[in-house]
């Protein structure tokens, strides 16, 4: 997708955003369940850059179990940013946080963070060398070591399993509340828009990208999620 689109599409999404997902929260507490782990080990006073901050579910969760960290949230889709940044003004961290409207190529330069988090993001990037680069990005603003925690929807689309597997995501979101009538949108936003790739294709894209032996450490149907460090680079 090109960015424009992007922009637009979570612009209009943002206001319904979290009431449509509702349902789907077990695959999201699972993931922040296991990424508190992924990250236990980070400084007291650790800096975390979230790329497609979205409405803020990631910092929500990181802000109130590790008390010291501070978060850098980069979302473009304005609405979506006003809604991470109420949640952290309710929840009583905004002054923990700092806010970036556009992507991560426009974010000012800071000292370099301890980590970082970009889930269901870079599926959207089609193109192999911009997806490399965007990964680039991120280690970039990473400290020698820092730790990437990255999901996307994953799979070997070519295969007789990830038609099996896509009938029961479907369904799942079925159950959820997604209107029958948007399963067969889905089906084509996936195949015409979301770069769904073979784990191990995705797992490249991250070596190139700068990051060190991605670890696979969660898959809930198409998502997979993988923690990766650093790169001693120049």
Not at 63 to 71: L, V
Not at 80 to 87: Q, T
Not at 152 to 167: G, H, K
Not at 169 to 196: E, F, T
């Amino acid at each position: 997708m090109q960015r424009d689109d992007i922009k637009t599409l979570f612009d209009q999404q943002a206001a319904g955003y979290d009431e449509r997902w509702a349902k789907t929260a077990p695959i999201r507490d699972a993931l922040h369940f296991l990424l508190r782990a992924v990250f236990a080990r980070l400084p007291a006073d650790a800096r975390v850059l979230c790329v497609g901050a979205g409405t803020g579910d990631e910092i929500v969760e990181l802000a109130n179990r590790f008390p010291g960290w501070r978060f850098v949230a980069v979302e473009p889709s304005g609405v979506m940013l006003d809604l991470c940044r109420r949640k952290a003004e309710a929840g009583g961290f905004a002054d923990r946080c700092g806010f970036h409207e556009g992507f991560l190529d426009s974010l000012p330069a800071t000292s370099p963070f301890d980590a970082a988090t970009c889930v269901l993001v870079s599926q959207f990037i089609l193109d192999r060398d911009a997806r490399i680069g965007f990964f680039r990005g991120i280690a970039e603003r990473l400290r020698p070591g820092g730790v990437l925690a990255s999901a996307d929807l994953a799979a070997d689309v070519a295969s007789p399993e990830y038609e099996a597997l896509l009938r029961v995501w479907l369904d799942m979101l079925l159950s959820a509340g997604m209107p029958a009538a948007g399963l067969d949108q889905i089906r084509q936003v996936y195949a015409r828009d979301v770069a769904i790739l073979p784990p191990a294709q995705v797992e490249a894209l991250l070596r190139a990208g700068g990051f060190d032996t991605p670890v696979l450490f969660h898959q809930a149907g198409l998502i997979h999620a993988w923690f990766s460090t650093r790169a001693d680079f120049t």
